[in-house]
């Protein structure tokens, strides 16, 4: 219950300002296409509306769409003041060649703020929503009876033969084959069925009516029914169902609503009847009408309640934009809507309860095997390693450490979770590989192509990260290996996992918290890295001891993970960090730490580090600074 309440707040958390900057975004494109076609104007407040059910969702299920990331991470890679820092390890020699691109940012640069919050205001404003949501899918229901009802009222025969007359010139005109008929219940007329359509006239509208009113009437629910407005409405109803909750979604709707109607008013006065004469019309209508309130699942005539407005652009004679330069606009303007939803949601506002650790429960998935352990005793050599076969992936065990990588890359893909036991059996081969570039297109790619140094072990570790929540519990297990790489490649591995809910992953940051403090420095860097992609704030004390690792690699990381945990209580050490650190990178990974906690207590240390003799330290307390001061 938890996990659900989290990740329902978490969808409406970040919608709450996810769709005012969607709003935004789409208002400006239907001002500059306000002397456009009107069916341009109703297509874009759609794709708003869906960017605003989108951007949320993939925000509050940490789904980030391939292309994506790799973009991002082309970004990343220029390292200019204002993206990320990398870490750029050198040689060591007294180990294994390591990378000199280690990249240590998350690839879709993720900005997540925590908001805290206790589990019974959590339940209590879960509830609230799911009550107005119901309230909302009740209205709905009722809509759809009555609508329902009016249709069984429909009387078909009888009709005045002006009103067959009419009707048969639209269906014409228009292309369709809609059935009109009239109903004693209708107060207004009506367009209903997307696949069966009926246009539905008052008594007043069969008795009194001339050839061109009868026309304007008929003609603008012929042309709901042409554009297949009873369909894109009926999408819009559902698609606004979970969006119910905030205010402007009732303002997109209207815009779609008003639009629509300017759209068909733009099709009459094009195919059946000269501007004046279908706005005289339009008038009569309103007279005789009775009073209208609208109805969710009916189209009318009056829809959007702006007979006003509609009655003023068709006596104008305004100047409009070009057919080319208008659909130009659109295009451009739907290109912004999709890139603006998909950046959106890269930026997330995070609910954090005390309860987050317990929201997952225990996996059973078997634990490693007592065999595997005397293994993980000795050296890792791919013999020792790779020695227990498996029947879904038998090139595991293969004798080539690339052929192995190759494998584990493989199993992954496939999502062979019959190989999760081969995979964590391998963790522990470290033997150097060429790089295997085995996630550069599809659903997923790790964060990054490789960690200390390509080899089968780190790929197994990726592909155990691509089957998420299975493979939780046995990496977990994992980090009380005696043996080093297989507890660096267990943390990282822990750090990537896919489709995990918010908190799904707190059950393993004790065990990550005492890795910081591990006699190994590959193991103390996947741990800090880990930590920051879980975003625990028990670990926070941890981190900040971090800050004084005698290795700055892991001081490097260290910094990168408060930066992305945004904790104000990290600012003094950091401050310490960023004008004592021998190492510019280090420098550098604590000024955009201190920018992204924004904390002015910080501004005293990141104005001296402006003065940095290294420049990229220099450009990146300048960029803390503005972001700080706004």
């Known amino acids: 219950m938890q996990a659900i309440s989290a990740l329902i ?61 790799s973009v991002q991470l082309s970004s990343v890679q220029l390292a200019t003041p204002t993206t990320p820092s990398t870490i750029a390890p050198a040689r060591d020699s007294a180990g294994p060649t390591v990378n000199d691109n280690v ?23 879960t509830l609230a929503y799911v009550l107005v949501i119901v309230g909302r899918a009740i209205r709905l229901a009722r809509f759809w009876r009555r609508k329902e009802m009016l249709r069984s009222s429909a009387i078909v025969e009888g009709l005045p033969a002006e009103v067959e007359l009419a009707a048969e010139r639209c269906r014409r005109v228009f292309g369709v084959n809609a059935e009109v008929a009239r109903s004693d219940n209708a107060r207004v007329p009506y367009t209903i069925g997307a696949t069966r359509p009926l246009i539905l006239l008052p008594e007043a509208f069969c008795s009194r009516a001339d050839e061109n009113r009868l026309l304007s009437v008929i003609g603008h629910e012929m042309a709901h029914v042409a554009r297949r407005d009873f369909l894109s409405n009926l999408l819009c109803e559902l698609i606004s169902l979970p969006l119910s909750y905030h205010p402007l979604t009732f303002f997109i709707k209207q815009q779609i609503d008003r639009t629509r109607e300017l759209a068909c008013d733009e099709l009459v006065t094009a195919r059946v009847l000269a501007p004046g004469v279908y706005a005289r019309s339009l008038l009569w209508a309103a007279d005789v009408s009775a009073q209208y309130s ?178 939780f519990e046995p990496l977990t297990n994992e980090l009380d290996s005696s043996n080093a790489v297989v507890r660096r490649n267990a943390a990282w591995a822990i750090g990537e996992l896919t489709n995990m809910l918010p908190g799904e992953r707190a059950g393993a940051a004790p065990r990550l918290i005492t890795l910081l403090g591990d006699s190994d420095e590959w193991v103390r860097i996947a741990a800090a890295r880990a930590l920051g992609e879980l975003n625990d704030r028990r670990s926070l004390h941890g981190l900040i001891a971090g800050l004084s690792d005698d290795k700055w690699r892991v001081r490097q990381v260290v910094a990168w993970a408060l930066s992305e945990m945004k904790d104000a209580r990290a600012v003094d050490a950091l401050c310490n960090v960023l004008l004592s650190d021998v190492k510019p990178e280090v420098r550098r990974g604590a000024a955009e730490a201190l920018g992204e906690i924004s904390s002015a207590n910080a501004l005293p240390a990141l104005k001296q580090a402006v003065n940095d003799a290294d420049a990229t330290v220099s450009a990146k307390a300048a960029w803390a600074i503005s972001e700080i001061e706004g």
């Open 9 to 69: 707040l978490n969808f409406v958390l970040n919608g709450a300002w996810q769709i005012v900057a969607i709003f935004t975004v789409a208002a400006f494109a239907a001002w500059l296409l306000k002397n456009g076609p009107a069916r341009y104007r109703h297509t874009l407040w759609i794709v708003a509306l869906v960017a605003c059910l989108v951007a949320p969702l993939l925000t509050a299920t940490r789904f980030v769409p391939a292309w994506a990331s």
């Open 103 to 125: 990249n240590v940012d998350h690839l879709v640069t993720r900005r997540t703020k925590s908001i805290n919050a206790t589990s019974g205001a959590a339940l209590l404003l």
């Open 294 to 471: 609208s109805q969710a699942f009916m189209l009318s005539i009056f829809d959007g309640k702006i007979l006003e407005e509609r009655i003023m652009k068709l006596m104008k004679n305004k100047r409009r934009l070009g057919p080319g330069l208008a659909r130009t606009l659109m295009i451009a303007a739907l290109c912004v809507l999709f890139v603006s939803a998909m950046s959106l949601s890269m930026f997330s506002l995070e609910l954090q309860t005390p309860v987050r650790a317990v929201v997952v429960e225990p996996l059973q998935t078997p634990s490693v095997s007592a065999t595997q352990e005397p293994r993980a005793q000795e050296p890792a050599t791919p013999a020792a390693t790779v020695a227990q076969p498996s029947r879904s992936e038998p090139q595991i065990n293969a004798s080539s450490a690339d052929d192995r990588a190759i494998s584990a890359c493989n199993a992954g893909k496939r999502g062979d979770v019959e190989a999760i036991p081969s995979l964590i059996a391998l963790l522990g081969d470290d033997t150097k590989t060429e790089l295997v570039k085995c996630w550069e297109n599809g659903r997923w790619s790790p964060a990054l192509q490789t960690f200390k140094h390509p080899s089968p072990g780190e790929q197994a570790a990726i592909a155990l990260a691509s089957f998420g929540r299975r493979t």
